[in-house]
């Protein structure tokens, strides 16, 4: 070794070891590295996507923003963006600048780079509704079993499968437009509900529910409030959901195309009429599914 690859070693070795379990922003940065954003800023409660070059030929690449351990993937155009990284912007984020670490394993060095993004925050849509009391609480049986509902669903949505299912763009589950966006704040008689967790697409009963992209069923459940309910793990924490189904038409383990009819639609669970809810949860955080759709195009 050189005078000055044992320098640079030696460098990182001190870099590494003064990191420590490296979750601090702090870290070495290295002007070589190309980082693009999609969209430039990032909003609150959407997907964003980072596309990447580091300064050399790379082993692996990990990824940390804030406590969570983003999955970075190969793409299919190694010369010019030989990575891509999906961050999950949650609806509660602040805003303001925010560091992503990366953390290259080279065969003789790990390089680490912060890089700084925008994230600004998005207005979303309330609605006030008056409501009979009884239609704005739950009956103690009847809350068990949506908060029993709540944790399934939250469990399956939590587990972060290292197999990446999912190719290319996402598609539309269904082709009917959109009649409830994400993120909607409903206030029954003033009181906040949860926002809007997916988006509403309109679908009569019957309609062939196309699986998103690839991946693997990990649920299929009957929910009090989103009714027949399936889930697709698309894998590195990314997963689509699908409610108010009339019919299930893949079962728990099944691997699915995209494109592929999993279910029909329906109006099941409580809901006033029939349409399709589809949602996305990426780390753990549901986010809007259109931001899913317009970053697609950048996908390869
Ligand atoms: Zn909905």
């Not at 406590?67 to 999950?88: G, I, N, Q, R």
């Not at 994400?182 to 009181?191: A, P």
Request: aromatic share 10%; charged share 20%; proline share 9%.
């Amino acid at each position: 070794m050189n005078r000055r690859n044992f320098l640079k070693n030696s460098i990182a070795t001190l870099l590494i070891s003064s990191l420590g379990n490296w979750d601090i922003s702090l870290a070495s940065t290295t002007s070589a590295w190309r980082i693009k954003p999609y969209p430039p800023t990032f909003q609150t409660g959407t997907i964003g996507l980072l596309k990447l070059k580091p300064p050399c030929q790379v082993d692996d690449i990990k990824a940390r923003f804030g406590k969570k351990e983003l999955l970075v993937f190969p793409t299919d155009t190694p010369k010019t963006w030989p990575y891509s990284c999906l961050v999950p912007v949650p609806l509660k984020a602040k805003a303001g600048k925010k560091i992503i670490t990366f953390r290259a394993i080279t065969p003789h060095d790990t390089l680490i780079y912060s890089y700084k993004l925008s994230i600004k925050k998005k207005k979303y849509p309330k609605e006030f509704l008056k409501v009979k009391k009884k239609y704005a609480e739950f009956p103690p049986a009847i809350l068990k079993r949506v908060r029993a509902d709540q944790a399934a669903v939250g469990k399956a949505c939590r587990a972060v499968t290292p197999t990446i299912y999912w190719h290319g763009p996402f598609i539309k589950p269904v082709p009917g437009r959109v009649t409830s966006p994400f993120g909607l704040q409903r206030y029954f008689n003033g009181q906040p509900r949860s926002p809007h967790s997916g988006m509403d697409l309109a679908a009569p009963i019957g309609t062939p529910v196309a699986a998103s992209n690839s991946g693997k069923v990990v649920l299929t459940r009957d929910c009090y409030l989103s009714g027949k309910t399936l889930i697709l793990d698309h894998g590195g924490g990314l997963f689509t959901l699908y409610c108010h189904l009339s019919k299930f038409k893949a079962n728990p383990g099944d691997i699915t195309d995209k494109g592929q009819t999993i279910a029909l639609s329906g109006k099941s669970g409580r809901i006033t009429g029939p349409h399709l809810h589809w949602g996305v949860s990426l780390l753990g955080s549901r986010l809007d599914p259109q931001s899913l759709l317009d970053i697609s195009r950048f996908l390869a």
